[in-house]
């Protein structure tokens, strides 16, 4: 459970990093650039958040991002409609890591705004139902 408790603390404080990024009216290049990558390594303290949760309070495993947003869908903390957020989410993830594409950037930042709400919700969730257990 510490563990677990570690990764919540972990994904928040990610998540208050990303929120700051965003905040930023009309971002240079290499602002916007820097809010991708706080997306990226927010959503990795996200997603193996959602694990650890899975795996401690629910006995469920799962190995991969895709897995964890479909476990948490499985475990009620996430809507249909939040899954299939989460999934473009973790494909957007996944072609920001590996390549480079001016077009690629603007749109991603773009859905930025979107995915850090899923991101905030989701963590409510995961506190409130640690709070409950």
Not at 53 to 72: D, I, K, M, T, W
Not at 103 to 119: D, E, Q, S, T
């Amino acid at each position: 459970m510490e563990r677990l408790v570690e990764r919540l603390d972990d994904a928040k404080r990610s998540l208050v990093t990303l929120t700051e990024a965003l905040a930023l009216e009309a971002p240079s290049p290499l602002e916007r650039d820097g809010a991708i990558q706080r997306f990226e390594y927010t959503f990795e303290a996200l997603w193996k958040l959602g694990q650890r949760y899975l795996y401690v309070v629910e006995a469920l495993q799962a190995n991969s991002p895709n897995g964890v947003f479909r476990n948490l869908a499985l475990a009620g903390l996430l809507s249909q409609e939040e899954t299939s957020l989460a999934l473009a989410m973790a494909q957007d993830r996944n072609l920001t890591v590996h390549t480079y594409l001016e077009p690629l950037a603007v749109r991603i930042h773009g859905n930025l705004p979107l995915y850090r709400g899923l991101m905030e919700v989701l963590l409510e969730r995961i506190e409130a139902a640690l709070a409950r257990s």
